[in-house]
């Protein structure tokens, strides 16, 4: 039993108003997001709201981070809509099952700790790319159904009702945070829009959202190898996405809340969330960065108020429907700016003349990539590469060699900074083979052989003393040193100077 509450976070102490009013109000807010995203894949409006129903269900009961919410998303629209455009959305949830199957892989091989890898500046590049995104997708509330941008007394009203909702969100939380500010911003703009009759955007102009209980449908595919191979890449690219954008929401989260949500039980939450969204005729999601920022600002901690946005939401579909199609476009267009604002990282710009140029460079192509391509993962792959590269370059050029002869006439190179594929021309560089006498040891005390690169380095200066005549010895290598150099015995011939005394400190970090 004490399990079980556990699981629905009610043994700790839970705020009950704040969690059930946020969750309202992320169900407001996931309305209309969730309709564009399945508009945006080629798909029918329900698609979306059912899998934001069962996406934030689930994650919000299983997930590794409570108060984070999950639910269809742009990142994963972009992957599907090819496949939807020429296969039809039979196969889009084929794929939505495939990809949960391959997150939870993920999850299980314990595959979330690489998200250690990301440095600090894509992440704030991934940020402020999603947030200029968010931002960008509000404009379209501002245009006609021909697209072309609003004028006169239509466009005055809807930007004094978006106004009006961010000085809401805004100030009201300076004078009381007894209600979220957010929920009381759209019921605010609601009743003056229904009280006074005045015609602006609802979310009804958008699409219908009225609907019944998410149906159980097993995809009509052929269960054949072709079909497999047809949606291994869209599966692939589907989980990838979604576990980088939930994995990198669930770090922002972390560091508003200061607390540490489980990566590896998310992938798990977030297969399992996509297995069952594409069995209930969903288009599958992963986590919103956007509704979990409202979620969090708004005071909710637990895992209670995404249960009461999913079970809200459905609410909404099955019985409310009318009524939330009525809520002005406005409002929810105020919020999310509102979002927008708070998601950017301000203090990445008040700190760019203190980065590193190399650091500022990522944050900004990192943030360019995400804005102008809208492929999250692959913003943060470019990102990582270019760090990685930038990291191998500053420590290649690091290695260092202090020379000195001793009583016996041995010459010792003392080494300084990693020996790998990066510092190998550099290492080469040191030696003086000729004019060495005829005993010469390397000393890796401050060092460290770290690759094949390194190994097939020794290998040809060993080569080249050998072809002089002389001797080498390596000194003080490191256990795993000594481990590669065995493993490379046959293509190495090195006299390596055991030092018991030596130990190479490697820390081991958990999970």
């Known amino acids: 039993m004490r399990q079980y509450l556990k699981l629905f976070d009610l043994s700790q102490k839970v705020d009950y108003k704040t969690e059930v009013l946020s969750g309202l109000t992320v169900a407001l807010a996931l309305v209309p997001e969730a309709v564009a995203f399945a508009l945006i894949a080629g798909l029918e409006p329900l698609t979306g709201l059912y899998a934001a129903f069962v996406m934030g269900l689930v994650t919000a009961i299983f ?34 099952i495939l990809a949960g199957i391959i997150q939870i ?62 000085v809401i969100i805004w100030g009201l939380p300076k004078l009381t945070r007894v209600v979220p500010a957010s929920l009381t911003a759209i019921l605010v703009v609601f009743g003056l829009v229904f009280g006074f009759d005045i015609d602006t955007k609802t979310v009804g102009d958008m699409a219908s959202i009225k609907g019944g209980f998410p ?25 990838g996405v979604g576990l980088i954008e939930s994995l990198l929401t669930l770090n922002i989260i972390d560091e508003i809340t200061q607390t540490r949500g489980r990566g590896n039980k998310e992938s798990v939450a977030q297969g399992t969330a996509n297995i069952l969204s594409g069995l209930f005729s969903g288009m599958g999601g992963c ?45 929810l267009t105020g919020l999310m700016i509102m979002v927008a604002i708070g998601t950017f990282e301000w203090a990445s710009l008040r700190t760019l003349n203190k980065m590193p140029k190399s650091d500022v460079l990522v944050m900004v192509l990192v943030t360019l990539v995400t804005v102008f391509l809208h492929n999250l993962a692959l913003a943060v792959l470019v990102g990582v590469i270019i760090s990685a590269l930038v990291f191998a370059w500053d420590n290649a050029k690091r290695i260092r060699a202090r020379k000195r002869i001793d009583e016996d006439g041995v010459k010792y190179y003392e080494i300084y900074g990693p020996l790998f594929f990066g510092s190998v021309a550099a290492f080469n560089e040191k030696f003086d083979v000729q004019n060495d006498p005829e005993e010469v040891i390397i000393d890796f005390k401050e060092s460290r052989v770290v690759d094949m690169s390194a190994i097939e380095a020794l290998n040809k200066i060993t080569e080249l003393y050998l072809k002089h005549g002389k001797k080498i010895h390596l000194k003080h290598l490191s256990a795993d040193c000594r481990k590669l150099l065995k493993n490379a015995d046959k293509i190495i011939d090195v006299n390596v100077i055991e030092d018991p005394t030596y130990k190479l400190v490697v820390d081991k970090i958990d999970d």
Request: hydrophobic letters at 60%; a neutral charge.
């Open 63 to 96: 997930g590794g981070r409570p108060g984070m919410i999950s639910g269809a998303t742009g990142a994963v629209a972009v992957v599907i809509v090819a496949l939807a455009i020429s296969h039809g959305p039979e196969y889009v949830f084929a794929t939505v």
């Open 105 to 166: 892989l993920a999850g299980v091989l314990r595959l979330g700790k690489l998200m250690r890898l990301v440095p600090h500046p894509v992440i704030f590049g991934f940020v402020n790319g999603l947030a200029i995104i968010i931002f960008m997708s509000q404009l379209v509330q501002f245009k006609d159904a021909d697209g072309n941008w609003l004028v006169g007394t239509e466009l005055l009203t809807i930007l004094g009702f978006v106004l009006l909702t961010m």
């Open 215 to 239: 149906p159980f449908h097993i995809p009509n595919v052929p269960l054949n190898w072709d079909t497999f191979l047809l949606i291994l890449p869209y599966a692939g690219i589907m989980a």
């Open 287 to 331: 986590a919103m960065i956007g509704q979990s920022l409202i979620n969090i600002s708004s005071g909710a901690r637990a895992r209670l108020s995404g249960i009461v946005a999913a079970v809200a939401l459905l609410i909404f579909i099955m019985f409310g429907s009318s009524l939330i199609e009525q809520v002005p476009m406005a409002a």
